[in-house]
Structure formats: C-alpha cells, structure tokens
C-alpha cells in the first residue's frame, strides 16, 4: 500500500525532528530550541486576525493576490515573482515538484535544515549530502559535487551553523545553472538578501518566511521568489487555497508593523551578543552566527549535547540537541535567542551545570 520511498523514510526513521524534553508540564518551558521570535507574534497581526475571525466561512483568496502585492513592496520585486505557501515548508515541497522528476537528485550541504532532505525524499528526489568541512561554506568544493545534480539547497543563513556563503561564491554556485535554492527564512536578522539577484537570473529562487521576524510560525506563511516562468510553474503545483484567510490578513498587518520588526532585530542582536559573550567565558565554542540562534560546541569542555540538553530541560529550558542533526553529531547544541530573562536564566543554569560538574 504505501509508496517505497515512504516505506524507506519509515523504515529509516527519517521524520521532522522534535525537540526532546524530559520535563512533564509543557507550560513551564521556555522555548529556545525553534527559532522563533522572542517577542511572540506581531501584534498587529493578532489584532487583525480577531478582528477577522468571522471571516472563516469563506474559503481564502486562492492566489493571495493582496498578500503579494504587500510582499512585492516590501522586498522590492514585481507581485508576478511571488508565490505564497502554507510556511516556506510548502515552498520547498513546490519545488522539488516543479523543478524536478522523480530520481533527479539535489545538493544539499550538510548540517542544514532537515526539510530540503524531507522535501527532495518526498518527492522521490535523492539528496546528494556534502559535508561542509569545519562548517565553512567552500564553492568550489559544492561545485565539484555539482554536475549530477539538477538542484541545490543552500540556508543563507545556514541552519544550524548561522553563517552563510559570501556572495561571490553564491554567484559561482548560480553560474552552473542549476536550479539554486536560497533560503532566507533568516534574513530579516543577517540583514542581507539575494531577492533582488531573482530579477538577473532564472535559475534561482529565494525562500523568505513569516514565522521567524514576524513572529507568526504557527500561522504557517512563507514565499519564495523567482523569475516569473518559474513562480508560474510553482502556483501551477500548489494546492489552491494553502495559505489561509486570516495568515493571508495577517501577514500583510505584519509587513506594516515596522515598529515591531525594528524590535524584534534589536532583541535579537542584543541577545545574539549577550549569549555569545557569556557562553564563550564558560568555555564553549560558539560559531559565527547572523541568525537568532547560536550554534554551541562542547567537546572543549568535555560534554556530550545530551547531557546538557537534559540538564537545561529539567530547569525548563528547551534546547535543540544536535545529535541527530545530520552532519552535526553530538558536541553540538543550537540555542535560540530569548528575551534578556531567558538567556540570562540559561547563562547561570549552564554555569551551575558547569560548577556542579567539577
Ligand atoms: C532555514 C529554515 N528555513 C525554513 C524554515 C521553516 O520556515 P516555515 O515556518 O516558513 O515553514 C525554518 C524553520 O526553522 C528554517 O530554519
């Protein structure tokens, strides 16, 4: 009954990772573990979706026109270049459908986000992994990788690493005319962007979401952009009314709400840098970042992600253990960055951890 690639994936265990936790009551944690915004949702994106609660009788505007055309200002391309999906998750899903068949294979380097793997397998698509070597992001040594495959997946910036190619090498990797695949979920925190490249060149697609800066990953609104032939053939594989009536509303409140998006960068990089600072005189090895999040090493101080994962959590604290991160392993943890509280609550259970452990 069920497909021999779904087979496969079962068989191998192959699923959208959760974060583990060994506390009971879910309520008294604090998220790091996800990415998300410190600060919640935009509240004028709450606001409008109150407002419009008893809208959800009719179905969504099928092709999100409005929407687009609030994201075509916002990033500076023509609406015609949008296509809107149920999180940039579904974006990626769209891809793999619109720009490859079955056996096709797509690079991906590795650590990065599980969903480009998720995505290409779902689609009988085979990853091709690349280990980036000592997490540096080296073209030419993606290139060299490059001839078989028709696609490939390249976070910038990266998840879990936080950093991101340079722009030279990004323009190598578009040169080989390959379908490249940029995701920006991060964007809004690193401050640069490729959208525009997308108006130059017709093999690249940028992937932007609503659910980190905006605060609004649970309403499940991403896009990606492209040339117009390709953003055609996304819609053409898109289930019509993917994005719902209030994500649709909402997400244009948020674009708006530049009060909100101006503090959800400072919180963040406040943050990045109190974390940074503080972990490093603990001992860790903490890795450039230009993400809300900090990818974290242990092994100078002897520990395994774990212990500590199980450690933080039983102070209710949710961490994301990179054990299973393919190409990560186990002297890696990845932390969001939280509201000043919750980072200086990690700070002093890590060092209470570390006193403890002498
Ligand atoms: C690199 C990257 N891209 C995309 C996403 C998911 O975005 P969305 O919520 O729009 O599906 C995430 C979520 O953590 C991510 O880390």
């Not at 690079?107 to 690349?130: D, G, M």
């Not at 005319?177 to 060149?201: C, H, L």
């Not at 952009?225 to 055609?232: D, G, K, Q, R």
Request: hydrophobic letters at 35%.
């Amino acid at each position: 009954m069920i497909s021999d690639r779904v087979q496969r994936m079962i068989e191998a265990g192959i699923s959208y990772p959760l974060a583990k936790s060994s506390k009971e009551k879910k309520g008294e944690q604090e998220k790091l573990c996800s990415n998300e915004n410190p600060l919640g949702a935009s509240p004028k994106a709450v606001k409008v979706i109150k407002e419009h609660a008893d809208d959800i009788g009719e179905y969504p505007e099928s092709h999100a026109i409005r929407l687009k055309e609030a994201i075509g200002e916002y990033i500076g391309v023509s609406p015609t270049q949008v296509c809107v999906g149920n999180g940039s998750d579904e974006i990626m899903d769209l891809i793999c459908k619109a720009t490859m068949d079955p056996g096709d294979k797509a690079l991906i380097p590795i650590p990065t986000f599980s969903q480009y793997e998720l995505a290409s397998r779902i689609n009988a698509v085979k990853p091709k992994f690349v280990e980036l070597e000592d997490f540096r992001w080296d073209p030419d040594r993606l290139i060299e990788e490059m001839n078989d495959v028709k696609a490939a997946f390249i976070g910038r910036p990266n998840n879990p690493t936080g950093n991101s190619i340079d722009e030279a090498g990004l323009r190598k990797l578009i040169g080989t005319g390959k379908v490249i695949i940029v995701d920006e979920a991060y964007g809004e925190f690193s401050d640069y962007s490729v959208v525009d490249w997308t108006n130059d060149y017709d093999n690249l697609i940028v992937l932007r979401t609503f659910s980190k800066i905006f605060g609004l990953a649970g309403l499940r609104v991403g896009y990606g952009v492209a040339n117009n032939e390709l953003t055609m053939a996304l819609e053409r594989v898109r289930a019509p009314f993917s994005v719902n009536r209030l994500a649709q509303r909402a997400a244009i409140e948020a674009l708006k709400d530049k009060e909100f998006i101006e503090k959800s960068k400072k919180i963040v990089r406040e943050g990045r840098d109190y974390l940074k600072r503080n972990l490093e005189d603990l001992g860790f090895e903490v890795r450039p970042t230009d993400a809300n999040f900090l990818m974290v090493g242990l092994s100078q101080l002897n520990l395994k992600a774990p212990e500590v994962r199980n450690h933080l959590s039983q102070e209710g604290l949710l961490i994301r253990d990179l054990s299973d991160f393919r190409g990560a392993g186990p002297d890696w943890i990845r932390i969001t960055v939280g509201k000043p509280g919750q980072n200086e609550r990690l700070i002093s259970s890590l060092r209470e951890f570390l006193r403890d452990r002498e």
